[in-house]
């Protein structure tokens, strides 16, 4: 078995040689746009630093503005490489060279920087659930989910996404896992921040796989310190009116926690079935079990991929579930991209965002 010396070795040079690759189209045309090669300068100067500092691909890595800067020019590269040949076949049909190439600069400079520093878009769904109650109709969940409280992501920072959603008055709000990075330096601080969650029926989480990355108990005893209630295999019946609504809640899938079964044991007959399931990967077997909407997360949309190419991801490497909403029957999915990230803080292709879910009779 290698040493984790020479591991360490071997992602450096894989790290290298992708973040070559991708600078290479992008530098070679400024170089020729400019006559200079002062883009090729700027890639040496940005790259390595920032490579030194990472030791395996979803570590996260000291907040450093080398840190930024790197990842901002990489992610306007990238998107520069994908506009290049929509540029010159512009040119090629009548517009002015000066237009085509300045518009595809400008994009990829804004998206390189949004890849960076972006807050979370708020994504608005309906999903149509038959035979919904009269009372649950129009009825609004809001979806935070992977946190990832830590280094890049302060407890301001999501203090400022839970006053967003709760100046949307909603009538429930989950927050679907991995609410810290890893250790135990952020586990107040992501508590103390969501403890700050309101909504008419009240705040429901279940643990994703970051948060067995450190003691699990603490967490789970800090948010319930704090206001939440964290479903673990178990689930409760909300009333609104004269109708019910199930809210239950799976354990992480990653170290064999889940039971899906236990979780959904104490739904009455009858009774639409919101599950929190950190991992979407469970989707298939709420389905056969006829839950009406599962909320997950875990796949960050990808976090990195090509913009404007939804296939094009590294979720799609992880899950034939890598974000947004997907149907099966009676049954609803939604994949939530994250608020925060995990490993490089960049999203390019895959925003962060924070989701509003609104139930209709169907």
């Given amino acids: 078995m290698p040493s984790r010396a020479r591991l360490r070795s071997r992602f450096h040079l894989l790290a290298a040689v992708l973040v070559t690759l991708v600078?290479?189209?992008?530098?070679?045309?400024?170089?020729?746009?400019?006559?200079?090669?002062?883009?090729?300068?700027?890639?040496v100067l940005v790259s390595p630093p920032y490579l030194r500092q990472i030791q395996a691909p979803w570590q996260t890595t000291p907040r450093a503005l080398s840190t930024y800067l790197a990842l901002a020019w990489w992610s306007a590269c990238?998107?520069?490489?994908?506009?290049?040949?929509?540029?010159?076949?512009?040119?090629?049909?009548?517009?002015?060279?000066?237009?085509?190439?300045?518009l595809a600069g400008a994009i990829a400079l804004v998206m390189g920087i949004d890849a960076v520093l972006g807050r979370p878009r708020l994504r608005r769904r309906v999903v149509r659930v038959a035979g919904l109650p009269p009372e649950l109709e129009g009825y609004r969940i809001g979806q935070l989910s992977d946190i990832h409280?830590?280094?890049?992501?302060?407890?301001?920072?999501?203090?400022?996404?839970?006053?967003?959603?709760?100046?949307?008055?909603?009538?429930?709000?989950?927050?679907?896992?991995?609410?810290?990075?890893?250790?135990?330096?952020?586990?107040?601080?992501?508590?103390?921040?969501?403890?700050?969650?309101?909504?008419?029926?009240?705040?429901?989480a279940c643990m994703g796989n970051h948060d067995y990355f450190t003691d699990g108990e603490h967490l789970v005893r800090q948010l319930r310190r704090n206001g939440l209630t964290v479903l673990r295999n178990e689930g409760e019946v909300l009333h609104r009116g004269g109708a019910r609504l199930y809210v239950a809640g799976v354990d992480d899938t990653w170290t064999s926690r889940d039971d899906l079964e236990r979780a959904l044991a104490g739904r009455p007959e009858g009774v639409p079935t919101v599950l929190l399931a950190h991992d979407?990967?469970?989707?298939?077997?709420?389905?056969?079990?006829?839950?009406?909407?599962?909320?997950?997360?875990?796949?960050?949309?990808?976090?990195?991929?090509?913009?404007?190419?939804?296939?094009?991801?590294?979720?799609?490497?992880?899950?034939?579930?890598?974000?947004g909403l997907y149907r099966r029957g009676r049954s609803w999915l939604y994949v939530n991209r994250g608020a925060g990230t995990t490993g490089p803080p960049a999203r390019l292709g895959a925003p962060a965002e924070l989701a509003v879910i609104t139930l209709r009779r169907g």
């Fill in 23 to 43: 600078q290479i189209p992008a530098v070679l045309w400024l170089c020729w746009l400019t006559r200079t090669p002062l883009p090729a300068l700027v890639a």
């Fill in 78 to 102: 990238l998107v520069l490489d994908v506009l290049l040949a929509p540029a010159a076949l512009a040119i090629r049909a009548g517009v002015p060279s000066a237009a085509a190439w300045g």
């Fill in 149 to 204: 409280c830590g280094p890049h992501v302060s407890e301001a920072r999501v203090a400022s996404w839970v006053a967003r959603l709760n100046a949307l008055e909603l009538d429930l709000v989950t927050v679907t896992g991995d609410l810290i990075t890893h250790g135990s330096t952020h586990v107040d601080a992501v508590a103390r921040a969501l403890g700050g969650l309101r909504a008419k029926d009240g705040v429901f």
């Fill in 280 to 323: 979407p990967d469970l989707f298939p077997e709420a389905q056969a079990r006829d839950v009406e909407l599962t909320l997950s997360g875990h796949t960050h949309g990808g976090q990195l991929g090509v913009p404007g190419i939804p296939r094009l991801s590294l979720g799609r490497l992880v899950t034939v579930w890598a974000a």
